[in-house]
């Protein structure tokens, strides 16, 4: 029987906290490329990273996990020192992951619908659908997050009955897109430069965006559940990206 990739990045990122080495087995050291601007490349940057955070006595929960092609994207929950939300992305070849990105914040909330950043569905569903909701979620961020045709979000949401999952925000989109609107002198506004890259499973798709949060330089990753091609569910995680003076391999966040 066939090991999915979302399955051996499961017990790669469950690993964290368990020390298992047969998992890290999974990654092809000598061929790794890391997007963490915070940790050294190639294996020696691999094994300093696990071993610093074995010492925390880490909790990992893979909430969710998809593949798409070469690529597995995962929602995880962490509490090192500080309890954290985090999306993961892996490129694989022959196999083994031999690229990684994430973006990682500390946890909020609840919001104001009361709910959390990882809690909801994780079954996929709509297989069939993969591809159009794939294209869905890459035009909602083009026309509407980056191409700022915010009057345009009520056309590729569920409005009312869309579920938010921002710690910021209650549900429905009109609250959404008043954030949006936020000038960018506020600790809160959001301004989307790029979309980098888009993936999906089914109902399930996550955007990896380039921007600013209150003014600085972010990471700004989008997980979608698509309902009828609509989002119908949305989780995000926001992280500003060290001056490159401060990063610890050449490879850059995407």
Partial sequence: MTTRNTDKIRALLKSIETGDPEAVAVVNEARYIQHNPQTHEGSDGLAVLFARLATTHPRVNVVRAFEDGDFVFAHTEYDFTSRRIGFELFRFEDGQAVEHWD??????????????????????????HTDANRDRAAQFVSEVLVGGAFDRLDAFTTGDALIQHDPALPDGAAAWREALALPESDSQSLRYDRLHRTFAEGNFAICQCEGRRGGEHAALYHLFRLADGLIAEHWRTFEHIAPRSEWKNDNGKF
């Fill in 103 to 128: 973006n990682i914040q500390s946890r909020e909330g609840p919001n104001p619908s009361g709910r959390s950043m990882a809690e909801g569905p994780t079954e996929v569903t709509e297989l069939e």
